[in-house]
């Protein structure tokens, strides 16, 4: 109540001011229009009078119901961090979850994630699916929040580029005829899906109310025929990464084989861009766990390796997201290691590049024996030491520290090895002191296995 008569008396006030300037007004004018020989000081008096009533105006103007906005009340008070979005830093207003945890604004997340993002804004971890939870508890505590003040919580609103029109279903059929006349129409076609899906909502929507319009949009791609002209494959597998955005089109991609099969043929011959966008795609198919066992019987787990290899910095970041992914099933790491990629991700480790996310995979692939005994042939228990204690990333050091709990108790012959060098430097007593809460476990957890191995010998 307070702040609605608050609210009321400032639009009195307002209007009294108004009212006494143009009184103020037309005695100047007249002293003007009435005076042979008016002063400077009148004019300049006219000019000012003027000049607040162009501003009541103005502020007249943008709210002509004579009530202030929320976002005009919302300026009075200072929300809360928490109850602010991440990404635009204004009060959230449908707050939602992400696979990290983190809750931001849906309009703002979506966005991100519309734009091909794959990551936390925030944390930069790799999501496991692009599902957004609505945030209930925080949207509750900011409604309170705004209602101790006098506000009121906007509903949120539905977003129209969703909603699908007879215009959109015709556009989409004229360009799926193009993609069965020349290269040229074929091109100009799919060029136009590629923007098309990237950027109306509702386009993306479209394709799942018939199967057979997967068909049609794949048409100039033959699996395992001779390779499309490399614009067109480009744009047609950009165009499929774009519409595997949709949680609704994730299942009925990954169970359609002609589908994975061209993204399996784009990971081998297409231009890097395209390459990149197979990797993508593939990643964002593998939120959904029934098709991370599809796309790994598929054989697509090889040629991802083989793009991390190439070291194209954006493309390889797009293949580790996805190899990451398809290793949350256990069927999957094994495909993994069998293929190399103990290998591949220890040279790209050892070379700094992309530490953070490789670390992660190796740290899933440690649970398979044969990808122990690779790391410790490859030497990898002093890189995974001198990690711990350089990095400055603590997600670093904890997949370093799982990795070596892994070799401590996976191959004993390790533990000499992993003794002289905490002698040396002392990192996992410093780790378990400074770590989080999931390092410092493992690391005692090693020193444990180290104290009982040095009882026994000396026992014996």
Not at 34 to 48: H, M
Not at 330 to 359: Q, S, W, Y
Request: hydrophobic share 40%; with cysteine.
């Amino acid at each position: 109540m307070h702040c609605v008569y608050v609210t009321v008396m400032a639009a009195k006030i307002e209007e009294k001011t108004a009212s006494e300037l143009k009184e103020r007004l037309w005695k100047i004018v007249k002293t003007i229009v009435d005076s042979d020989d008016y002063t400077l000081q009148n004019a300049d008096d006219a000019i000012a009078a003027l000049s607040s009533l162009k501003d009541f105006k103005s502020r007249s103007n943008s709210n002509p119901n004579g009530t202030n906005s929320f976002d005009d009340k919302l300026d009075q008070f200072a929300p809360p961090t928490e109850f602010r979005c991440p990404i635009s830093t204004q009060l959230m207003i449908d707050p939602v979850i992400l696979s990290t945890g983190q809750t931001y604004d849906r309009p703002f997340i979506q966005r991100w994630l519309n734009e091909g993002n794959r990551t936390c804004p925030q944390t930069q971890q790799v999501l496991s699916h692009t599902i957004l939870t609505p945030n209930y508890l925080v949207r509750d505590m900011i409604a309170h929040w705004c209602k101790e003040r006098g506000l009121e919580l906007p509903q949120p609103t539905r977003d129209t580029d969703d909603v699908v029109t007879d215009a959109d279903r015709d556009r989409l059929n004229a360009l799926l005829h193009k993609l069965s006349l020349s290269v040229a129409d074929q091109k100009a076609a799919a060029k136009e899906l590629r923007l098309l899906t990237k950027r109306t909502p509702s386009f993306r929507t479209l394709f799942k109310e018939s199967g057979d319009v997967i068909t049609q949009l794949l048409r100039p791609l033959s699996p395992g025929g001779a390779c499309p002209h490399p614009d067109l494959q480009e744009d047609l597998i950009t165009t499929v990464l774009n519409l595997s955005i949709l949680d609704d089109n994730k299942k009925v991609f990954a169970e359609d084989p002609t589908l994975i099969n061209l993204l399996i043929d784009a990971l081998k011959w297409g231009t890097i861009s395209t390459k990149s966008n197979a990797a993508a795609a593939i990643f964002t198919l593998s939120a959904l766990d029934s098709n991370k066992f599809i796309i790994g019987k598929s054989g697509a787990i090889k040629h991802l390796l083989g793009l991390l290899d190439e070291g194209h910095t954006f493309a390889m970041k797009d293949a580790a997201s996805a190899i990451y992914n398809l290793c949350l099933v256990h069927d999957n790491k094994e495909r993994t290691v069998r293929e190399g990629a103990v290998k591949v991700i220890l040279n790209k480790i050892m070379n700094h590049i992309l530490v953070d996310e490789l670390l992660a995979i190796l740290a899933l692939l440690s649970c398979h024996p044969d990808a122990v005994e690779e790391m410790g042939n490859r030497n990898a228990v002093p890189f995974l030491m001198r990690n711990i204690r350089e990095s400055t990333s603590e997600r670093c050091k904890e997949n370093c520290v799982a990795i070596l709990y892994t070799i401590c108790y996976s191959r004993r012959t390790k533990l000499k090895e992993i003794k002289e060098e905490e002698k040396a430097n002392g990192t996992l007593s410093m780790l378990a002191q400074c770590g989080t809460s999931r390092a410092k476990r493992k690391a005692n957890s090693i020193l444990e296995r180290l104290n009982r191995s040095q009882s026994l010998t000396h026992t014996a």
